[in-house]
């Protein structure tokens, strides 16, 4: 399931599970409402940052971080992979057909301990 | 046609209610497998294999042998094949849930309810609960398959908390659930409640059905009104008495799955897998099972299987009746409902 069919999901069931007799008139109108054609995107970031809460006399303030007190890794470029030893045959398919003789029933009793 | 095979007499739960009988040690040796499986290939049309048991995944390694052996037939006659398999969901490892995807096995997972419901309803053959493990499985297939099909036997004690058992189901991604009622219960206590129950499932089941996320919610269902517009998916129809076959582990052949139980019936089997299929006789048992089902008023909803299952057969078409009722009852109205509205929406 996608993201987009869970998100429809969820809405659906919190209407067909939400306990009492639902009308199908009602249902379908508040159904087509939200199609899958208009199924809202998740909201997006706001482009302007949130105004900060008012602080509180006595509460914390936590300080903005510093600029430049990360060090983000630099790849290398000129490093090129190094091959070692032969070539490796591609992976066989695989094959459901090994079983031990005798499956262990999971949930029955364990053999007696000695 | 369509072959099941019994993979074995062995289940590593012990479910009250189970219609298999006693669990005993014998498993379907390769030959016999074989035999059936060129019973299917010798055969024209489209073909369905599926695997019953007891438990099939206990002998999971056959199973997926055949299933390639299956598949190289077809694809030597360039027919069309499908699988299914239905299974207590205990043995789903990433192992098993790769091999169902790769061989698109349609895969019926049987499940009673919470897990605190199902640890009581569906135990461990040592007492412990199953609810745990089975849920997590559950839930893993849904996410990881597309032909999942849930099986749920609903008892009088298992029915009040169906709803939520349901509701967590869909919210997983279920689309095909299929609920059948234990025809050999006591139901006098809970009629009530149990036929309220009902209507709101069936109002559930049809009314997502008008939607692009349905819950195919058998028995309620076939009675969405307008089928053409919103085709109902899912496994094929049942062919009792026609081209359909189940081979027990011993060879024996039945017309049902249902009807293999421990395999000491003899007036129930139509052949052995050496031998040939008695076509007359599969017939003859497809008669008796449609006189069963008049004689018990089921109409639409009743298995040919029920009236030749062992024990008091009149309770279970009783039963099987009543529960046809009730569908009818509470699903016929909603469907009328959706129709007008349908109709108003379409103006």
């Known amino acids: 399931m996608s993201d987009g069919q869970r998100t429809r999901r969820r809405f659906l069931a919190d209407l067909l599970f939400l306990g ?3 009308s199908a008139g009602a249902f379908l109108t508040q159904t087509e409402a939200q199609a899958p054609g208009t199924t809202p995107t998740p909201a997006s970031t706001p482009v302007t940052p949130p105004t900060n809460p008012p602080v509180v006399r006595g509460q914390y303030v936590a ?29 066989p398919p695989e094959s459901f057909e090994s079983q031990p003789k005798e499956v262990p029933l999971a949930g029955s009793p364990s053999p007696p301990r000695k | ?72 037939g077809a694809e030597r006659s360039g027919r069309q094949l499908s699988f299914q398999v239905t299974t207590n969901a205990t043995i789903l490892e990433d192992k098993q849930l790769r091999f169902l995807k790769e061989y698109q096995v349609w895969t019926a997972l049987s499940l009673d309810g919470p897990d605190n419901v ?77 036929q309220a129950i009902w209507a709101q499932l069936a109002r559930i089941s049809l009314l997502s059905m008008c939607t692009d ?15 053409e517009v919103y085709p109902a998916e899912g496994q094929g129809q049942c062919d009792f008495g026609g081209r359909q076959v189940t081979i027990a582990p011993s060879g024996n052949l039945y017309p049902c799955a249902r009807l293999v139980g421990t395999d000491r019936r003899p007036e129930v089997r ?71 509205a349908l109709g108003v929406l379409a103006l």
């Open chain 1, 20 to 22: 009492g007799a639902l």
């Open chain 1, 63 to 91: 300080s903005p971080s510093p600029d430049g007190d990360v060090a983000v890794p630099q790849a290398s470029s000129t490093c090129a992979p190094v091959v070692k030893g032969e070539p490796q045959p591609p992976t």
């Open chain 2, 1 to 72: 046609m369509k072959v099941c095979l019994v993979l074995t007499h062995q289940c590593n739960l012990a479910c009250s209610y189970c219609y298999a009988g006693e669990k005993f040690n014998r498993h379907m040796d390769e030959r016999t497998a074989m035999e059936g499986l060129k019973m299917l290939l010798s055969d024209s049309g489209p073909m369905e294999l599926s695997f019953f048991g007891g438990e099939p995944f206990l002998r999971f390694a056959l199973m997926a042998k055949v299933c390639r052996w299956a598949r190289g």
């Open chain 2, 118 to 194: 199902q640890d009581v309803a569906r135990p461990f053959v040592n007492g412990r609960g199953s609810g745990k493990l089975v849920w997590r499985n559950v839930e893993k297939a849904l996410e990881t398959l597309e032909r999942v099909h849930i099986l749920m036997v609903v008892t009088p004690t298992t029915i009040t908390s169906l709803l939520p058992a349901v509701e967590r189901l869909y919210r997983a991604g279920a689309s095909r659930i299929s609920l059948l009622p234990d025809l050999e219960a006591d139901w006098s206590t809970v009629e009530g409640e149990a």
């Open chain 2, 213 to 227: 996320q349905p819950l195919y919610l058998a028995p309620f269902s076939s009675y969405f009104p307008a089928n």
């Open chain 2, 270 to 340: 139509i052949g052995h897998v050496k031998m040939g299929w008695e076509k007359s006789k599969a017939e003859a048992l497809k008669q008796a099972g449609d006189e069963g089902l008049r004689q018990g008023g089921c109409g639409k909803g009743g298995c040919q299987c029920i009236p030749l299952m062992p024990g008091d057969t009149k309770v279970q078409l009783d039963h099987s009746a009543r529960f046809a009722h009730w569908t009818r009852d509470a699903a016929l109205p909603v469907s009328r409902e959706i129709e007008e």
